[in-house]
T-cell receptor, first 112, second 113 residues
Framework: NAGVTQTPKFRILKIGQSMTLQCTQD?????MYWYRQDPGMGLKLIYY???????DKGEVPNGYNVSRSTTEDFPLRLELAAPSQTSVYFC???????????FGQGTRLTVV | QKEVEQNSGPLSVPEGAIASLNCTYS??????FFWYRQYSGKSPELIMF????GDKEDGRFTAQLNKASQYVSLLIRDSQPSDSATYLC?????????????FGKGTHLIIQP
């Protein structure tokens, strides 16, 4: 089982560039999440989705956008990258709201 | 304000001893609680989850929940060097939205051989 797959694993962006972080899961989970983790900090929720076609903001959504056209895919879009977006990004999915979250392997993004 | 508090450590424990990790949360109505282990440079992986007051045991791990005190802990018995990692406490909040889990900053645990 692949679980939650994220691409790319590493990326360096210049200030002002844009990119999309890809996330796909094969567990047929309705709930999907994007978190960012800064050094020495816990994970902060960026966006989440409860099903295809439904997305909502988390704690730190500014500078990001998401879409959920299928159950499997939940891409995260960064527009006009800023140094403050340097972080490790984790995609996760869960069966339900009360269920454990399964994480992808993470994307380490550096904005210079 | 949704808050999950953990002592960041590092917490240093001799090999073979019991490691005790603690977590407090701000919302008395929280329903589900999770402990994740995260090795450096890796993604979080679930260790334990607990929904009801009391203790829940799984091998060397025991999760303890006290909803009245808004307190959840993780005990690791017979600590091994491979247990050295950051342990993240996560809480799921009540309410209608999915919202995801709110994570503490994590406790860095070091098991000394």
């Amino acid at each position: 089982n692949a679980g939650v797959t994220q691409t790319p694993k590493f990326r360096i962006l210049k200030i002002g560039q844009s990119m999309t972080l890809q996330c796909t899961q094969d567990m047929n989970h309705n709930y999907m999440y994007w978190y960012r983790q800064d050094p020495g900090m816990g994970l902060k929720l960026i966006y989440y989705s409860v099903g295809a076609g439904i997305t909502d903001k988390g704690e730190v959504p500014n500078g990001y956008n998401v879409s959920r056209s299928t159950t499997e895919d939940f891409p995260l879009r960064l527009e006009l990258a800023a140094p403050s977006q340097t972080s490790v990004y984790f995609c996760a999915s869960s069966y339900g709201k009360e269920s454990e979250a399964f994480f992808g392997q993470g994307t380490r993004l550096t904005v210079v | 304000q949704k808050e999950v508090e953990q002592n960041s450590g590092p917490l240093s424990v001799p090999e073979g001893a019991i490691a005790s990790l603690n977590c407090t949360y701000s919302d008395r109505g929280s329903q589900s609680f999770f402990w994740y282990r995260q090795y450096s440079g890796k993604s979080p992986e679930l260790i334990m989850f607990i929904y009801s007051n009391g203790d829940k045991e799984d091998g060397r791990f025991t999760a303890q929940l006290n909803k009245a005190s808004q307190y959840v802990s993780l005990l690791i018995r017979d600590s091994q060097p491979s247990d050295s990692a950051t342990y993240l406490c996560a809480v799921n909040w009540p309410g209608g939205g999915a919202d995801g889990l709110t994570f503490g900053k994590g406790t860095h645990l070091i098991i000394q051989p």
